[in-house]
């Protein structure tokens, strides 16, 4: 399996605190079935700024560690961008990494609380750069639960959207485990990953997460968040699904 989305890199965010327990979540990950994951630190989130070049420095020094202790997971460069004014300005200095550094696909994150106005503009803009913006753990931002009407209109934009799998099977509580189903019933998400941060709380539940999927919604489903990450790692046009319109409550009846 394929994790898109994961903070395996130590001491850089809020992923793994040294290199010891960094090595223990690349074992977890192949006990989990995954072979390789894209390492995706945080950055320009008001906590953690983590540029192009340092993590690609930290993926060379990562893959050669594994290689050494024969650890069969390979990781590739990515970074988790929080939406900002000053987006493009950080592009243009070449601060901002794409997934596997290829300039297609990149992680952003919105602000948990809210959708920023500039939200539908940024995406828009960044496919005229060529780049598609996956939004990532949509299910945990309230205001997105609070109208999933929001997120249809980014998925129309052009952007796509990562589901976390603990959310899947509501290790974040059952409100947004209820919203993660929604989105998958309205063909509103195009991929599941980890967004694994250690061995305890927050690991590697991909496996777990692809069963609930295929237990609910069937194995084609599953099938298409399995292809979807092969693709991208890849370098290729992910699947789309046309989405389904939500039909808004009016006067608590539909």
């Known amino acids: ?59 060379l020094e990562i893959n050669k560690l594994l290689q050494k202790e024969n650890i069969p997971l390979t990781v590739y460069p990515g970074q988790e961008l929080r939406l900002h004014r000053e987006i493009f300005i950080s592009i243009e200095m070449d601060d901002v990494l794409t997934l596997g550094d290829k300039g297609q696909y990149l992680l952003l994150e919105l602000p948990s609380g809210e959708v920023p106005t500039y939200a539908r503009e940024v995406v828009y803009e960044l496919l005229l750069k060529g780049i598609t913006p996956i939004i990532v753990h949509p299910e945990r931002n309230r205001a997105l639960s609070a109208d999933i009407h929001l997120l249809f209109e980014l998925v129309q934009e052009g952007a796509l959207t990562q589901l976390t799998s603990g959310s899947i099977l ?28 250690n061995t305890d709380l927050r690991g590697f539940s991909l496996q777990e997460a692809y069963e609930r ?42």
């Open 170 to 197: 509501g290790h974040y509580g059952k409100r947004i485990k209820s919203f993660s189903e929604k989105i998958i019933e309205h063909n509103l998400a195009h991929f599941i990953a980890s967004d694994a941060h």
């Open 1 to 59: 399996m394929i994790d898109i989305h994961c903070h395996i890199l130590p001491q850089i965010d809020d992923g793994p605190r040294n290199i010891n327990d960094c090595l223990g979540m690349a074992n977890a990950a192949v006990g989990n079935g995954i072979t390789d994951l894209f390492a995706t630190p945080h950055h320009l989130n008001g906590q953690y700024e983590n540029s192009k070049k340092k993590i690609l420095n930290r993926i």
């Open 213 to 254: 999927v295929t237990k609910k919604f069937g194995i084609n489903r599953t099938f298409y968040f399995n292809e979807n990450a092969e693709l991208l790692i890849n370098g290729q046009n992910i699947y789309r699904q046309e989405p389904v319109p939500v039909r808004k409550r009016i006067l608590g009846i539909f």
